[in-house]
């Protein structure tokens, strides 16, 4: 990764930001809940960036609807994004594949 890619991943993510500060409070809110919990959990699909702007470009077009943001997820923030990311690799299963390689190894 060049130094490029870096300033065009910056600039990626600040005009990223700045339309999640256009939503709504309620929308913000929950938006912030959503991209701490996958920070939190890691799924891999973070990296290019697809997943948080899917769920941005999904808000919009709620607000644009003119619907509430829990009328759009449900209750349960945190089953919301588990169901979008239950097919999807976490870095929590890279790790434990690579800790059960290194068991198997030593088990040998």
């Not at 993510?13 to 500060?21: E, F, G, L, N, Q």
């Not at 759009?72 to 979008?84: H, K, Q, R, T």
Request: proline share 3%; with cysteine; charged share 35%.
């Amino acid at each position: 990764m060049g130094v490029r890619d870096i300033i065009e991943g910056k600039r990626e993510w600040r005009a990223h930001m700045a339309r999640v500060k256009a939503l709504p409070p309620d929308y913000r809110i929950v938006y912030k809940e959503i991209q701490k919990y996958y920070f939190k959990i890691g799924p891999v699909e973070l990296i290019d960036g697809s997943l948080l702007s899917g769920i941005l470009d999904f808000f919009e077009e709620g607000v644009a609807a003119d619907k509430e943001v829990m009328e759009l997820i449900g209750n349960d923030v945190a089953a919301f994004c588990d169901e979008l990311v239950k097919d999807s690799r976490t870095y929590a299963d890279i790790y434990r594949e690579s800790v059960s390689k290194e068991v198997g190894k030593g088990v040998k």
